[in-house]
């Protein structure tokens, strides 16, 4: 089983470009998340979703777009990338509302 | 708005050692609070705590909830290096989770 695939796993990007990060989950899974990481922190939730069309923002949304038009698929994207926003981006899914959620293994963005 | 908080954001021990490590919560339609640890790459799940008052356990690792106090403690007995990480609870409504422990570990 793939589980969750997150693409790329590094990226470099200039201040000011777009870029989207790809999340893929093959487990039928219902919610998925995005978070980021800055050194030595915890998660902050940045997107999420409990289902196909359906998105909602999370602690830190500013400067990122999601969308969920299908059950597999939850895309991250940079509308104008900021050195603040250098980080590490985990993508998460879980079968429902009450259950563990598994992480694919991040993206290691640098923004520059 | 939903809040998770984790004490203390950062602890040193030696090996041997007993550590807790708490994570105390306000969700909304709580239902159930999740453990991770991680190491260097992605979390990786150790409990989930839906009843107040029952002890999960695994191996040196284990971990309650009160539901009345709003919080629930990770303990960690016998200290060895490689439990060092952060732990990371969660509050799986919008998944959000607390700032994490960061757990060092000395020989």
């Known amino acids: 089983n793939a589980g969750v695939t997150q693409t790329p796993k590094f990226q470099v990007l200039k201040t000011g470009q777009s870029m989207t990060l790809q999340c893929a989950q093959d487990?039928?899974?219902?919610?998925m998340s995005w978070y980021r990481q800055d050194p030595g922190m915890g998660l902050r939730l940045i997107h999420y979703?409990?289902?196909?069309?359906?998105?909602d923002q999370g602690e830190v949304p500013n400067g990122y777009n999601v969308s969920r038009s299908t059950t597999e698929d939850f895309p991250l994207r940079l509308l104008s990338a900021a050195p603040s926003q250098t980080s590490v981006y985990f993508c998460?899914?879980?079968?429902?509302?009450?259950?563990?959620?598994?992480f694919g293994q991040g993206t290691r963005l640098t923004v520059v | 708005e939903d809040k998770v908080v984790q004490s203390p954001l950062s602890l040193v021990v030696h090996e041997g050692d007993t550590v807790t490590l708490n994570c105390s919560y306000e969700?909304?339609?709580?239902?159930?609070l999740l453990w991770y640890k991680q190491e260097k790459k992605a979390p990786t799940f150790l409990f989930m705590l839906?009843?107040?008052?029952i002890e999960k356990k695994s191996g040196r690792l284990s971990s309650i909830l009160d539901k009345k106090e709003l919080f629930s403690i990770l303990n960690i007995t016998a200290t060895q290096t490689g439990d060092s990480a952060i732990y990371l609870c969660?509050?799986?409504?919008?998944?959000?989770f607390g700032a994490g422990t960061r757990l060092t570990v000395k020989p």
């Open positions: 998460a899914s879980r079968t429902g509302g009450d259950t563990e959620a598994f």
């Open positions: 487990m039928n899974h219902e919610y």
């Open positions: 979703s409990v289902g196909a069309g359906i998105t």
């Open positions: 969700v909304t339609n709580f239902r159930s």
């Open positions: 839906t009843s107040s008052g």
């Open positions: 969660a509050a799986p409504h919008d998944m959000r």
